[in-house]
């Protein structure tokens, strides 16, 4: 459902698959002002613009590797996107918690063709095999899914999925939303959270969001900024909502350049 998202994993799967684990580059993680709001990201130089403003205090790359120097004070929060990278994954997450990672992502979108495409029951058992060891270590976030209302697919594949992943030590739900509207966001942000309760989940993390128009036309418009002038604050007065990043620390999208666009700078204020 995200085309330009497909377009950049293609590139990071091909690199992640086969290149062994490294460093992050960055030492201790420096306490910042208490935020929610965070950075997706494929370049580590694209989140100097916002972790220069103090906006932001979290980061992640769809990767299990930093894959760079991120700005002091900002967390690198690794992922393991899906089966290609199981090879490495075992040694990099060791070089992620030491580097002061606290948290670690599931797979992204298992309920989509195009991305990590797996049922519920073999993401179920890979977690339990890759993710449910460092229970002890981090905290847990399930899979990133969609918010495709399909059966099989959105929160119907997270509920089968949490069937099958009951001792799996996840603390946080993880979803993914692209539409036309803050209404419609909201919606599902408060369908997200409810069912986060019901599963007994401390948090929701929205891991990307933004509306679909920004896909094909970048965030700049006036439409994007009036958007998350007015998602943000409803955001960061959601008691349920634990972190949140918006697609995505791009040309076009919150960048321009090395600076930001207009969307970017609302979402760095």
């Not at 309920?111 to 060891?133: C, F, G, H, L, R």
């Not at 270590?137 to 999925?161: H, I, Q, R, Y």
């Not at 019901?198 to 929701?204: I, N, R």
Request: negative net charge; glycine residues 8%.
């Amino acid at each position: 459902m995200v085309s330009l998202k497909n377009l950049l994993t293609a590139g990071l799967l091909a690199s992640s698959a086969v290149a062994a684990p490294h460093g992050h580059q960055h030492s201790h993680i420096e306490k910042r002002s208490s935020t929610k709001r965070g950075a997706a990201y494929n370049d580590a130089s694209t989140v100097q613009a916002l972790g220069n403003t103090g906006s932001i205090s979290w980061a992640y790359d769809w990767n299990m590797l930093a894959s760079g120097t991120l700005p002091s004070g900002v967390e690198f929060v690794p992922m393991l996107w899906g089966s290609k990278m199981f090879g490495g994954w075992l040694a990099a997450i060791e070089t992620a918690l030491a580097s002061g990672s606290n948290y670690i992502l599931g797979f992204n979108e298992p309920d989509s063709s195009a991305q990590s495409a797996m049922s519920p029951s073999e993401a179920a058992q890979a977690y339990k095999q890759y993710i449910t060891p460092y229970s002890g270590k981090a905290k847990l976030v399930s899979p990133g899914v969609t918010n495709s209302p399909s059966a099989g697919e959105g929160l119907d594949w997270m509920n089968s999925f949490l069937q099958s992943c009951t001792d799996c030590g996840i603390s946080t739900l993880a979803v993914h939303w692209y539409g036309s509207s803050a209404d419609e966001f909201k919606t599902f942000v408060n369908q997200a959270t409810s069912f986060a309760s019901e599963k007994g989940l401390e948090s929701v993390w929205i891991t990307e969001f933004a509306l679909s128009s920004d896909l094909s036309t970048g965030a700049s418009s006036s439409e994007s900024a009036q958007f998350l002038s007015e998602v943000l604050p409803w955001l960061d007065s959601q008691p349920m909502v634990g972190r949140y990043a918006y697609f995505m620390c791009a040309d076009n999208y919150l960048l321009s350049g090395s600076g930001l666009t207009s969307t970017g700078q609302i979402y760095a204020s």
